[in-house]
């Protein structure tokens, strides 16, 4: 019989630190999940809203110089969003005549489908180039706005996605969690089931990482040795 191989001290203090992480982070991988599509759900809606406005008034904040109407922003009121996910609170902005009547999320609106979170979770899950995340932007608003409004939109969200999608990853994770959350969406006129795949990591610090997460076509694990995308 073979004997237990001795591991250095690197390894020893590096699996102590693991059993620590297990033992003391409390640590829910779905949790984590659902709190991190509340986020970005919530992160597109408000940076869409801001869009909007900006289209409605005619410039942007700050940019007083190009302002050619008698109507300004006013703050932002809160409104919790119902979603597959859970609730989300969402802030949005306000004018100060009242006239700002916004179409990614109407006044009276109270929650969002299950196609509309897809499209919000792939533009950030997948390397999308800017016409891929503008289709998308009008997917999710229909042919009721402009094209102005879209490319306000998509400038506002393709800096936000790049970033998270290009983000450089750390050398040596202590844990990665691997999970998924199945749904259906309406998709060409038929009822699909569908899967966000996500890869969650923590650090030798115990700090809690996306590593990568991508919508799938179909409910079917991917293939052996395919890696998750970070892209």
Same mark, same amino acid.
């Given at each position: 019989m073979s004997s237990r191989r001795k591991r250095s001290p690197e390894e020893q203090a590096r699996r102590e630190k693991i059993r620590?992480?297990?033992?003391?982070?409390?640590?829910?991988?779905?949790?984590?999940?659902?709190?991190?599509?509340?986020? @970005?759900?919530?992160?597109?809606?408000e940076n869409g809203l801001d869009a909007e406005l900006d289209d409605e008034l005619g410039y942007s904040r700050y940019d007083y110089k190009n302002k050619d109407t008698e109507n300004s922003r006013n703050g932002h009121s809160r409104k919790t969003l119902r979603t597959s996910f859970g609730d989300v609170e969402v802030s949005v902005p306000r004018?100060?005549?009242? $006239?700002?009547?916004?179409?990614?999320?109407?006044?009276?609106?109270?929650?969002?489908?299950?196609?509309? $979170? $897809?499209?919000?979770?792939? !533009?950030?899950a997948k390397?999308?180039?800017?016409?891929?995340?503008? !289709?998308?932007?009008?997917?999710?608003?229909?042919? $009721?706005?402009?094209?102005?409004?879209?490319?306000?939109? @998509?400038?506002?969200?393709?800096?936000i996605a790049k970033e998270w999608q290009q983000r450089p990853l750390e050398a040596i994770y202590a844990v990665v969690f691997l999970d998924a959350i199945h749904y259906h969406v309406r998709s060409e006129g038929q009822i699909v089931k569908k899967a966000v795949y996500i890869a969650i990591g923590i650090n030798l610090d115990g700090k809690k990482d996306v590593l990568g997460m991508w919508v799938a076509e179909r409910t079917k694990a991917p293939n052996s040795g395919q890696p998750f995308s970070t892209a």
């Open positions: 620590e992480l297990l033992q003391t982070g409390g640590f829910s991988s779905m949790e984590d999940i659902q709190n991190l599509f509340k986020e @970005t759900i919530a992160e597109f809606l004018d100060r005549k009242g $006239e700002f009547d916004p179409q990614i999320l109407k006044k009276n609106q109270t929650s969002i489908s299950q196609d509309v $979170e $897809e499209k919000i979770l792939s !533009m950030y390397g999308m180039t800017t016409s891929d995340i503008e !289709m998308h932007i009008r997917d999710i608003y229909g042919i $009721e706005v402009s094209d102005t409004t879209v490319s306000r939109v @998509t400038d506002k969200i393709l800096p």
